[in-house]
């Protein structure tokens, strides 16, 4: 009997462990194939969140500098220092930095239509500045970066095609980079005039200390071995002018009413529609636009081309007149000056005008410290220093990419250096044929 309940005994002990063992194992398994289970979605989310975020980033480099400058465009349109816009930069993750370096730059024109990608890191590439004394006036460099930089913080806003990070947001340049390297620039310059010093931003080493310097590499579509930029020259030239017309002075510049701004009918008129007299008295047009000068020809076609003139009128006095608002008919490269469509109407001004989205906007520069340029694609108020050799020596001129020009939309190869003011086209020609026609650039980046 104790032999038959022993074996009963034993036999019931055993059937429960192997039951329990069996129901441990199965906790155990469930518990890890949860958690694996639980891992591998975490990795797939991670791996998916990933994706996402690169496909969103490497769509355009351009469409990540909106996105991260549009982060700051009510900074700039409230006015806010650029320490407080920084410290928001400052919050980007490196991995959002790293996919927008890598991505292609969509090059866009004067309508902002896509016409071709590079790939960035083929046209601005980081180095250091070569160890040449940085050559500019100093007092003229302080006030284009003062009127470039009011220029962001007056008119953000109206005029968001400034927030455009263009091509340097390929090397992970932002808006707030941008303006932290004018302010540096702007602070260093009035303390080394106050002081009464030659300015610290002319020493290389200074430069290579505090700034980012990365090459600009030409980029021409019709010449791909062409590696250094075009340097061009315009100038304000100045000319005799009448208030009214003559038989030496016969060709007229017009500037629209205020009541144009809703009335568009200019823009259905070309440059040669206006010179056959629509504006004049018997013409179909008269009375809708108000004449300030008439020049010669060659008085309206230079100041076209340059933008600026300097009017000397016969009754003694003197001004100067900008171009205000065009037809909205495009330059065509290559096509002589006096067959191109596109027509200027001006604006009477009292200084020097650059870049601008309105006559009364634009911004004041000074010749010598002055470049005109693709200001959608590489970008308002970059600090660029050309280099160029003569005589076996290295030449370093530092300027503010400050006005802009319908040869320039789209244009990666050039930059037009504004040369000065010049009675005729002899004085000005001698005076550039001291300047380069090529050179290299590099911009300079707050570090």
């Not at 400052?90 to 590079?118: R, T």
């Not at 989205?357 to 410290?369: L, N, T, W």
């Amino acid at each position: 009997m104790n032999i038959l309940f022993n074996q009963k005994f034993r036999f019931t002990v055993g059937c429960a462990a192997l039951l329990f063992v069996s129901l441990a194992s199965s906790h155990l398994y469930t518990q890890s194939k949860t958690k694996q289970l639980a891992q591998q979605n975490q990795f797939f989310t991670q791996q998916e969140d990933f994706a996402t975020l690169k496909s969103q980033i490497s769509l355009t480099s351009n469409q990540v500098a909106q996105k991260l400058d549009l982060r700051f465009q009510n900074s700039l349109i409230t006015q806010q220092t650029s320490d407080e816009i920084i410290g928001k930069q400052n919050a980007f993750s490196s991995q959002q930095d790293l996919l927008a370096a890598s991505a292609p730059y969509p090059v866009v024109d004067e309508f902002k239509k896509y016409k071709f990608s590079i790939n960035g890191s083929q046209v601005v590439t980081p180095v250091k500045l070569p160890s040449s004394k940085v050559n500019f006036n100093q007092g003229d460099l302080l006030t284009v970066l003062v009127n470039t930089r009011k220029y962001f913080q007056d008119y953000s806003s109206e005029d968001p095609d400034i927030l455009r990070t263009g091509m340097l947001a390929t090397q992970g340049v932002t808006i707030p980079d941008v303006l932290k390297t004018l302010d540096f620039m702007i602070t260093v310059l009035k303390e080394d005039i106050a002081n009464n010093r030659v300015t610290r931003l002319q020493d290389p080493k200074f430069i290579n200390s505090n700034f980012r310097v990365i090459k600009w590499t030409a980029y021409n579509p019709k010449d791909k071995k062409q590696k250094q930029l075009r340097i061009t020259k315009y100038a304000v030239f100045t000319h005799s002018g009448s208030r009214k017309k003559t038989s030496t002075f016969n060709t007229p510049i017009y500037s629209l009413k205020d009541s144009s701004n809703n009335n568009t009918f200019y823009t259905r008129y070309t440059k040669q529609d206006v010179l056959s007299g629509i504006y004049e008295p018997g013409g179909r047009e008269f009375g809708k636009v108000k004449s300030l000068a008439y020049l010669t020809r060659t008085g309206l076609e230079e100041a076209l081309m340059q933008g600026t003139i300097l009017i000397n009128f016969t009754d003694g006095y003197r001004a100067f007149f900008n171009v205000d608002r065009n037809n909205g008919m495009s330059y065509i490269r290559g096509l002589k000056a006096t067959a191109q469509k596109r027509y200027w109407y001006f604006r009477e001004v009292d200084a020097i005008k650059g870049y601008g989205y309105k006559i009364d906007a634009k911004i004041s520069i000074k010749p010598g410290v002055t470049f005109a340029g693709d200001v959608l694609n590489i970008g308002l108020g970059r600090v660029i220093v050309i280099e160029h050799t003569k005589g076996g020596r290295k030449y370093l001129q530092m300027g503010v990419m400050a006005d802009t020009g319908g040869a320039f939309l789209p244009n990666l190869y050039q930059l037009d250096f504004l040369a000065g003011i010049f009675k005729n086209q002899k004085e000005f020609r001698q005076n550039i044929s001291q300047l380069p026609e090529y050179a290299t650039a590099y911009f300079l980046i707050k570090k």
